[in-house]
């Protein structure tokens, strides 16, 4: 009897997927509970829209089914940090937590960048723990973006 793979496999597994694609290998999963309200992954060239980050797909459809326009007692679990953008859907939704998985030096709006939660001006601050499944996520994107310089 095998059981569900936990939230932040699904988002690897999505992430997988995405690079399958041609996109950047980033899968999202939110659940309410134990009950998977959404799981995207990147679909930024798939739709020719540069705001289709896995996170806001899984937010968007994550509310479509709450039928509210707010995540309170939900939690995301993203396999990279979330950028500025999908930093802010996430305090404006009161996400009640994160889970990310590897850290973008780069363009990461939560533990690198701006630090969107931890700004004055920041309405909501969800709780954030980062680094689960690091290796994996890190290996991943890595590796898209290697075979995309080649």
């Given at each position: 009897?095998?059981?569900?793979?936990?939230?932040?496999?699904?988002?690897?597994a999505?992430?997988?997927?995405?690079?399958a694609?041609g996109?950047a290998?980033v899968?999202?999963?939110?659940?309410?509970?134990?009950?998977v309200?959404?799981?995207?992954?990147?679909r930024?060239?798939?739709?020719?829209?540069?705001?289709?980050?896995?996170?806001?797909?899984?937010?968007?459809?994550?509310?479509?089914?709450?039928?509210?326009?707010?995540l309170?007692?939900?939690?995301?679990?993203?396999?990279?940090?979330?950028?500025?953008?999908?930093?802010?859907?996430?305090?404006?939704?009161r996400?009640?937590?994160?889970?990310?998985?590897?850290?973008?030096?780069?363009?990461?709006?939560?533990?690198?960048?701006?630090?969107?939660f931890?700004?004055p001006?920041?309405?909501?601050?969800?709780?954030?723990?980062?680094?689960?499944?690091?290796?994996r996520?890190?290996?991943?994107?890595?590796?898209?973006?290697?075979?995309?310089?080649?």
């Amino acid at each position: 009897m095998s059981s569900a793979p936990s939230p932040m496999e699904l988002a690897l597994a999505l992430a997988e997927e995405a690079a399958a694609q041609g996109e950047a290998p980033v899968g999202a999963v939110i659940v309410e509970g134990q009950t998977v309200l959404a799981a995207e992954r990147n679909r930024m060239r798939a739709l020719a829209d540069p705001t289709a980050h896995a996170e806001m797909l899984a937010i968007k459809s994550a509310l479509a089914v709450r039928g509210t326009g707010r995540l309170d007692g939900c939690d995301l679990y993203v396999t990279l940090e979330p950028c500025a953008m999908c930093a802010g859907a996430i305090a404006h939704t009161r996400l009640r937590r994160i889970y990310f998985a590897a850290e973008d030096i780069k363009a990461g709006a939560v533990e690198n960048g701006i630090r969107l939660f931890d700004q004055p001006t920041c309405h909501h601050r969800p709780e954030v723990i980062g680094g689960l499944s690091a290796g994996r996520a890190e290996t991943m994107l890595v590796d898209f973006f290697r075979k995309l310089r080649d």
